[in-house]
């Protein structure tokens, strides 16, 4: 993860640096964009236990409550990444959980959204629509050494993206005729089509492997594995019906989820079906739209 200094650059490339306490007064203007909170969830799994626990969960959107707080993203250092809404458009922030601050990396008349730092570790990354309607991902230095530029070609519009192997990306592409899921190749535009139904959710795990959502129905859902080497495509399990369209990748490579209410793993290779772990601490659980692992022991949950 990059050092302070380079956040500091990129955040002043990308016209303003601000830095707050989240317990001061939240920000003053109404949000026009669905409301949606993050909170931080911070469980005991011990590394080959069966027995998992919650411990503490955490309000993170003290900065904009009654807000826009989505598309969460762990850093390497333990830090948030999140999309949030002031007015029509939307902002990427850096959040530190751990002592209550935040760095708001972009403020500008566009919207900004699906932030991550690039496998180099030398890029800030994220899908900008643009005032034209352009929608592509867009690369920033860490470094400062530039403002950016956008990375991914006019042809596509991008709804979201994961980084795969430097600089091959999954792309979930909007287009008139159908959403599509494409696995490419910047260096030879090459592009492989992994499924013309895609869900939004895309993740790897530790050997670099895709994972992704096909939808077969409104209640039928699978988790299917992307090798980006081989090229093969395997699948995992199907997601619970009615619950979270969302999953993530905990540690151990574990599959996470949520279902009535619940956190739900899944093993593959080992597990036979999705297992009930513990009640999400939180008085509405049913409306859980998005998780986040860090990889250890804390989930980012967004509630609607």
């Known amino acids: 993860m990059p050092n302070s200094t380079s956040l500091v650059k990129i955040i ?10 989240l317990l001061v007064a939240p920000i003053s203007l109404k949000s026009q964009l669905p409301e949606s909170q993050a909170w931080l ?10 027995k998992w626990q919650s411990q503490k969960i955490s309000f993170l959107s003290n900065f904009n409550p009654g807000g826009y707080n989505n598309q969460p993203k762990f850093t390497a250092d333990g830090s948030l990444l999140l999309s949030f809404g002031i007015g029509e458009t939307t902002d990427i922030i850096l959040l530190h959980p751990q002592d209550g601050i935040f760095e708001r990396l972009t403020q500008t008349t566009e919207s900004e959204f699906s932030p991550a730092i ?12 643009e005032n034209d309607g352009v929608q592509r991902v867009w690369k920033v230095p860490l470094d400062g050494s530039s403002y950016g530029s956008p990375f991914t070609p006019l042809k596509y519009t991008v709804g979201y993206y994961q980084w795969l192997q430097s600089e091959k990306l999954a792309l979930f592409l909007l287009e008139e005729e159908g959403n599509r899921l494409i696995a490419w190749d910047p260096v030879t535009n090459e592009e492989t089509l992994l499924t013309d139904r895609p869900g939004r959710c895309l993740d790897v795990d530790s050997e670099g492997n895709l994972y992704y959502t096909v939808i077969q129905s409104q209640t039928v859902r699978h988790i299917h594995q992307f090798n980006p080497i081989s ?17 993530c990748l905990g540690p151990d490579d574990i599959l996470i989820t949520s279902a009535d209410g619940m956190i739900m793993s899944y ?5 036979a079906y999705w297992i009930p772990r513990f009640s999400i601490p939180l008085e509405d659980r049913s409306r859980i739209s998005r998780i986040a692992s860090d990889k250890n022991d804390r989930l980012c949950i967004i509630s609607k």
């Open 41 to 50: 969830l911070k469980f005991d799994h011990s590394p080959g236990s069966e």
């Open 267 to 271: 093993k593959p290779g080992k597990d």
């Open 118 to 129: 690039h496998p180099s570790n030398k890029y800030l990354s994220f899908v900008r629509l």
């Open 231 to 247: 090229g093969e495509t395997t699948r995992v399990v199907r997601m619970i019906p009615d619950g979270s369209e969302d999953f």
């Open 12 to 21: 002043l490339g990308l016209l303003i640096l601000s830095v707050f306490q």
